[in-house]
């Protein structure tokens, strides 16, 4: 019961990165999408 909960947390997680990731302007700084961020600051 509990590595069913323990997976269950994964993915969750998971998802929940991918969605911000996919989403949001600071995801895709995080993945390298938007490289002039930096320079802006």
């Known amino acids: ?8 947390g994964i993915v969750c997680v998971i998802s929940a990165g991918l969605y911000i990731y996919t989403f949001t302007p600071s995801g895709k700084r995080w993945t390298g999408e938007v490289r002039d961020t930096r320079k802006r600051k």
């Open 1 to 8: 019961m509990e590595q069913l909960t323990i997976t269950l």
